[in-house]
């Protein structure tokens, strides 16, 4: 796929672009639920705009743009939110466990554990209990059903992906498909 020239006007259906500016974003993660439809609606020398498309229970890859990303986010029609992020700022995706508060106990409980076999179901228990959190935040957040977000980037185009699930960062030019 070649960005389109800068001097054609131009009005796309993003469910009729051709194959080529189709894709989806996640397909390499085992394990995880990360399979964004995503289309690339416009692309040239000045502008990358793609839109992604995303379902209850899908979670997005932490990443970064060189040059920023402004986006609009549509959780129905008649609630657009517009955000910007700047260049180089790691988003989406999981962030890195932080330490919180239960970390104190969640620490005791792994201490007293008497056998590696207790240690490691504890350790399993305490993950999935992680998990739970995070998606009733994610679920709090905004109103459950599809999101269409329309992610604009700016030269050089530049994404850097650093996500746990992703077994080293990579880093990709032009659209972004997994």
Known sequence: MEPQKITVPTRVNPYAVPPDQQGWRGLSLDGVNAK?????????????VMALLTFPGERSVRHSHESGELTVNFSDALHPTVGYTPGGLL??????????????????????????????LLERLLEEQHSLRRTVQEMQARPPGPHIALDILFP???TTINDPAYREPRTIIGPWFD
């Not at 988003?91 to 490691?120: D, N």
């Open 36 to 48: 964004r439809r995503t289309y690339t609606i416009l692309w040239n020398e000045q502008v990358l």
């Open 91 to 120: 988003h989406a995706g999981q962030p890195p466990a932080a330490e919180t508060e239960s970390s104190g106990l969640e620490s005791e409980i792994l201490a007293a554990a008497t056998t590696p076999l207790l240690r490691g």
């Open 156 to 158: 050089p185009f530049k």
